[in-house]
């Protein structure tokens, strides 16, 4: 299994407050990304990093920041959590190259489930 | 807009059937679509297809990749109890810096 961690894997939090949940890999992959998967929806980007300190948006962005400031670490903040974020989070990471990689295969956490009431 | 449609949603089957699940796509650029098994928690990678009518196999699972027609099966023969989670179908489109966009699922339910 790919060295991927996700903390935490559970919270509850309230309405308004900051939110951050980390992901940590040991494989030096330089792809990590943040996905919400949600009923009906299936797994969307929320964000992604293609290096240390280059990120970019996904699908479903608003409402969320990211930082990656070394290789193993991609932290996620709910910067004032509402409850449509109540989700599960998953981080992926990817040995593909940047710019056209023809072997995309994503390593997935065990996921954080998030609840804002 | 790129998007990947999985069928059925959900399928309940008994033990020893064969199932097929479909995923068609319409995507800029296609590069590659990947199979992943989804249990409690994290998907984990079943196949890569990159190639039109190439199959991959995998002990009882195997898909195969249809370019021109845009879509892509996964087979399971001899069903097991064991296989009942959600399958999720995943399209590699070019520009899209590394991102997959994913279908909704199939949920497989395998009875004994």
């Known amino acids: 299994d790919a060295g991927i961690t996700q903390s935490p894997r559970h919270k509850v939090t309230e309405t308004g407050t900051p939110v951050t949940l980390r992901c940590h890999q040991t494989?030096?992959?330089?792809?990590m990304y943040w996905y919400r998967q949600d009923p009906g929806h299936g797994l969307r980007l929320i964000h992604y990093?293609?290096?240390?300190?280059?990120?970019d948006k996904g699908e479903v962005s608003d409402g969320y920041s990211v930082s990656r400031s070394k290789t193993e670490d991609f932290l996620l903040t709910l910067e004032s959590a509402t409850s449509s974020q109540t989700s599960v989070y998953f981080c992926?990471?990817?040995?593909?190259?940047?710019?056209?990689?023809?072997?995309?295969?994503?390593?997935f956490g065990s996921g954080t489930q998030l609840s804002v009431l | 807009e790129d998007k990947v449609v999985q069928s059925p949603l959900s399928l309940v089957v008994h033990e020893g059937d064969t199932v097929t699940l479909n995923c068609s796509y319409e995507?800029?650029?296609?590069?590659?679509l990947l199979w992943y098994k989804q249990e409690k928690k994290a998907p984990t990678f079943l196949f890569m297809l990159?190639?039109?009518?190439i199959e991959k196999k995998s002990g009882r699972l195997s898909s195969i990749l249809d370019k021109k027609e845009l879509f892509s099966i996964l087979n399971i023969t001899a069903t097991q109890t064991g296989d009942s989670a959600v399958y999720l179908c995943?399209?590699?489109?070019?520009?899209?810096?590394?991102?997959?966009?994913f279908g909704k699922g199939t949920k497989l339910s395998v009875k004994p």
């Open positions: 992926a990471i990817s040995d593909g190259n940047y710019r056209g990689s023809s072997n995309e295969k994503l390593f």
């Open positions: 995507v800029t650029n296609f590069r590659s």
């Open positions: 995943a399209v590699e489109a070019g520009g899209s810096q590394g991102n997959l966009i």
């Open positions: 990159t190639s039109s009518g």
């Open positions: 494989e030096n992959h330089r792809y």
């Open positions: 990093s293609y290096g240390v300190k280059d990120t």
